[in-house]
């Protein structure tokens, strides 16, 4: 079913909204944007099985792409913005719902120089360029922490139904980049997605509180589909889930639909997650919220783009 509506925009001409969400009644829509922007050559930093796995799926897992010392002090840094080795501005910091370990670091970029260089490594960030065929800005970057026998899960969500209902971004022209920081198997709550189902987009019941984001980021019980929609997407996609040893890369278009089970085994899960958005693509109002999110989880005013680096 094809919806689209005209909504104001900061008081300012209206635009037209591809992919209305947080209305009345739950609805399916089918994607009105590429999977993969840019044109594969045997010159793409991709293969071409690669790609097409990627734009099929919409997600792609990449192995070997750093060294043992790299992934060694990827994760020496992670654990020192975990632990309370330093200072991290307050607002960055998101607690566990019920402990006071931490679940997410926001702003890992500017928190961390290691994960600044990382962000912008052409073997991660030259990937997203090629496969959004643009220049490329942070929309948001974080530390993703789920310790062992108390990790909470991650429920089932598209990313882009929240950036484009709370965040403004305008079109399916996002992706995301976990770069795992442990070895994840199906124990310790890795992620899990939905091949195939970045083609739909699941335009999702209810209106958005007040600061929705203060406890969404603990528990996200706004913008997901209901028990019903998992239940089909699932019969119609199938489920699966990204293993591999640290310092594995998960790269998985915005629209698809992912989640993370509670970690109760001894063994912690992190990873760094890196969301590269098109410049073209920046953000703006928001389409289902009455104002955007705090910019630690949505960068509104990028200067310019993301230079990448060898």
């Known amino acids: 079913m094809m919806l689209s509506a005209t909504i104001p925009q900061d008081g300012h001409a209206g635009r037209t909204d591809l992919y209305p969400t947080r209305i009345a ?23 071409r099985a690669q ?14 792409l750093f060294s043992a010392d790299e992934v060694a002090a990827f994760q020496q840094e992670a654990r020192r913005l975990c632990r309370g080795d330093v200072t991290l501005q307050a607002d960055n910091v998101v607690r566990e719902p019920d402990s006071e370990a931490v679940r997410t670091v926001f702003r890992l970029d500017e928190e961390s120089a290691v994960f600044h260089r990382l962000s912008r490594d052409v073997r ?23 310790p062992g026998f108390t990790g909470k899960e991650f429920y089932w969500h598209s990313d882009f139904e929240t950036w ?35 083609r739909i987009f699941i335009a999702c019941a209810g209106e958005t509180p007040e600061n929705n984001h203060l406890t969404s980021l603990r528990r996200q019980e706004v913008g997901v589909p209901g028990h019903d929609t998992l239940m089909r997407l699932v019969q119609r996609f199938g489920l699966t889930y990204a293993a591999g040893k640290a310092g594995t890369v998960v790269l998985f278009d915005c629209n698809t639909m992912h989640g993370s089970n509670g970690n109760i085994t001894p063994f912690p899960r992190s990873n760094a997650f890196f969301v590269y958005n098109a410049w073209s693509n920046r953000v703006g109002a928001p389409y289902a919220a009455p ?18 680096v060898s």
Not at 174 to 186: F, M, Y
Not at 291 to 308: G, Q, S, T, V
């Open 124 to 146: 991660i960030a030259g990937r997203a360029r090629f496969l959004l065929d643009d220049d490329l800005y942070l929309h948001q970057s974080r530390l993703n922490d789920k």
């Open 25 to 47: 009644h739950e609805t399916w829509m089918e994607r009105r944007d590429p999977v993969v922007w840019g044109k594969w050559s045997p010159q793409a930093p991709l293969t």
């Open 164 to 198: 484009h209902a709370e965040d403004g971004m305008p079109r399916m022209r996002a992706i995301s980049a976990s770069i795992l920081l442990t070895d994840n198997d199906a124990l310790n709550g890795p992620l899990m997605l939905m091949p195939g189902s970045h």
């Open 51 to 64: 790609t097409d796995s990627f734009e099929k799926n919409g997600f792609l897992i990449l192995e070997n």
């Open 291 to 308: 104002r955007p999110r705090p910019a630690f989880l949505a960068n509104r005013d990028p200067k310019a783009p993301l230079e990448i």
